[in-house]
T-cell receptor, first 116, second 113 residues
């Protein structure tokens, strides 16, 4: 089956530190890959996406590259801010039987806390 | 503002009670989804609706029913609530096509005592 595995958290960093959150996936086919962010008390928001191998998604200083050879989609940011404190979810989506329902499979989430 | 609206935001039920969680979207999306979020387990798909008039089970459908009332609305019903259904429930909508992400509602925090 399809699955997404994220690095275990929580992750605690100081402001301006470098961030990496690892994400690997297992899929039967060629998925689209996503990172979602959930701020306290809110729903999930799409952070970035990549739809094919070697694509790089980027948004708000975050980046992730779709690596087919290692089945990975690691999230990185060069300098985190306190406002980046949130839960980050990696997810994949596959077509199904020729009709793209777009069902998302999520990882377990990684809690990021950034201290001043 | 355009988006996905869920009601209620909070609810406490006694074991055995029933309730319906409401969800509506105004983005003309075809697909709608119900997820539950539990600590350490990410989001798990309960039911989804690829288009108006169709619904299908997701990963954890037991104890739930859904209705796609029209293109805008997709409700989730708990017929006889159990403590194991204590969770945060999220509704989402999206375009048909795996290249698009979802738009999520702000969630319903449900406690079953």
């Amino acid at each position: 089956g399809n699955s997404v595995t994220q690095m275990e958290g929580p992750v605690t960093l100081s402001e301006e530190a470098f961030l990496t959150i690892n994400c690997t996936y297992t899929a039967t086919g060629y998925p689209s890959l996503f990172w979602y962010v959930q701020y306290p008390g809110e729903g999930l928001q799409l952070l970035l996406k990549a739809t094919k191998a070697d694509d790089k998604g980027s948004n708000k200083g975050f980046e992730a590259t779709y690596r087919k050879e290692t089945t990975s989609f690691h999230l990185e940011k060069g300098s985190v801010q306190v406002s980046d404190s949130a839960v980050y979810f990696c997810a994949l989506s596959l077509t199904a039987g020729g009709t793209s329902y777009g069902k998302l499979t999520f990882g377990q989430g990684t809690i990021l806390t950034v201290h001043p | 503002n355009a988006g996905v609206t869920q009601t209620p935001k909070f609810q406490v039920l006694k074991t055995g009670q029933s309730m319906t969680l409401q969800c509506a979207q105004d983005m003309n999306h075809n697909s709608m989804y119900w997820y539950r979020q539990d600590p350490g387990m990410g989001l798990r798909l309960i039911y989804y609706s690829a288009s108006e008039g169709t619904t299908d089970k997701g990963e954890v459908p037991n104890g739930y029913n859904v209705s796609r009332l029209n293109k805008r609305e997709f409700s989730l019903r708990l017929e006889s609530a159990a403590p194991s259904q204590t969770s945060v429930y999220f509704c989402a909508s999206g375009r048909v096509g795996s290249n698009y992400g979802y738009t999520f509602g702000s969630g319903t925090r449900l406690t079953v005592v």
